[in-house]
């Protein structure tokens, strides 16, 4: 059974960083091309970042720059790094894969930028 659970989220002030993992069971981690998506109050999903299973990397031009993914295919641990964090990063932030032609989301992490 693919399993994916987000965590590392919370409250953070402008400015501020957090780090969000990613845990990844039931498929080959290491072969899967993973994303990050994210989904603030009242708006549509939003695709925040991918790797892929060699490690190359892609951004949204809204994240650029601030946040950094990346992987650790020992632990099967997908991670983002976010800097610089701005009121507009407030989402529930989910990883993201498709395994057999089917795409799975874990159940999100709540970042919250405020002051």
Not at 1 to 15: I, N, T
Not at 57 to 70: D, Q
Request: hydrophobic share 30%.
């Amino acid at each position: 059974e693919v399993q994916l659970e987000e965590s590392g989220g919370g409250l953070v002030q402008p400015g501020g960083s957090l780090r969000l993992s990613c845990a990844a069971s039931g498929f080959t981690f290491r072969s899967n091309e993973m994303h990050w998506v994210r989904q603030a109050p009242g708006k549509g999903p939003e695709w925040v970042s991918s790797i892929g299973n060699y490690g190359m990397t892609n951004y949204a031009a809204s994240v650029k720059g601030r946040f950094t993914i990346s992987r650790d295919n020992a632990k099967n641990t997908l991670y983002l790094q976010m800097n610089s964090l701005k009121p507009d990063d407030t989402a529930v932030y989910y990883c993201k894969t498709r395994v057999q032609w089917r795409d799975y989301t874990g159940q999100g992490t709540q970042v919250t930028v405020s002051s």
